[in-house]
Structure formats: C-alpha cells, structure tokens
C-alpha cells in the first residue's frame, strides 16, 4: 500500500552545530575575529526530539544507556517518534546527526580522530571507522581530507566539551 507519508523534519534541517561562532579576518592586518553562529537549540518544537539533538550534537560525550536516562524513556518508543517525525529511526538518525558532527569536528579542528569518536558518542574509533566505512567507503583521515578546505582548521569557535 503506497502512501504520501512526507517526513515533518530532514536530518539537515535539525542538526545543531557545536559551534558557537565563525572566524573572519577584519582588513588588512588579517587579524582573526570571530562572529556568533546563530544557533537554533529547539530546532524542532518537539522538547523530547530536539532535547536528543543538543545531547547528540553538543553535550560530548554519552552512551546510549545515558541518552535513555536523560530522555526517561525506552529507545524503542524514541524510535518510533523519529520515525514519524523525520522518516529515520532512531538508530538512523543518531548515525546521521553523529556523522555531521564527526565532518564539522574533522573540517573545523585538529583534533585526533580517537577524541572526535569520543566526542561524537561512538564507543571507540572502531566504531566510528565501520560507520564511516559503510557510508562513505573511506577512513575518516580520508573524509578529514576530502571535506576540509584551505583556512578550515580553527576556523569555528567550539563550544562542546573538550575534556
């Protein structure tokens, strides 16, 4: 049976960056500036939806047993919420917001990937390569590579964690 079923939110349209503003350079002296990103942290409307979005794209480091506590509630039943309002479950979703994340912390800073693993809720670096293994069919060194551009690096003001 086909339905018209059109998700409410796309992943892009709710991820909520981890960075607090942008650099520039004012004249000719070239010295660094940095300017507010606005940052919409309820991107959503839906508390439960977008209270994951600011744990998974901004609070470092988390296990899926703590995500569960802090939104006092089962997986499963998440699940199923994201499937509705997004078109993803839950597992889809957190691998999509996680990899947005794992491409900004790997374009806009130097850290080592095994911190970024760590910062992006994977449980180990191997857990983060096998992701970006079946996704992008490359290591993220590779993928740190292939998205970053000349000027990048510090290039965002980070306000996740850094412990």
């Avoid at 990103?37 to 991107?43: K, L």
């Avoid at 800073?109 to 857990?127: M, P, R």
Wanted: net charge positive; aromatic share 12%.
């Amino acid at each position: 049976m086909a339905t018209d079923f059109v998700p409410q939110f796309k992943p892009e349209e709710i991820y909520i960056s981890p960075f607090k503003g942008v650099r520039y350079y004012e004249g000719s002296t070239a010295k660094p500036r940095y300017r507010p990103v606005e940052r919409n942290m309820s991107p959503t409307g839906v508390h439960l939806l977008d209270e994951f979005l600011r744990i998974v794209c901004t609070s470092g480091n988390y296990t899926q047993r703590s995500l569960e506590l802090r939104l006092g509630g089962d997986i499963r039943d998440f699940s199923a919420m994201c499937r509705l309002l997004t078109g993803l479950s839950f597992s889809e979703l957190h691998d999509a917001m996680r990899l947005r994340l794992a491409d900004d912390l790997l374009r806009y800073t130097d850290f080592e990937v095994k911190k970024i693993a760590k910062l992006c809720g994977f449980g180990n670096y191997s857990a983060m390569f096998k992701l970006f293994e079946r996704t992008y069919k490359y290591a993220p060194g590779v993928r740190r590579w292939k998205i970053r551009n000349s000027g990048d690096v510090g290039a965002k003001v980070l306000e996740i964690p850094t412990n």
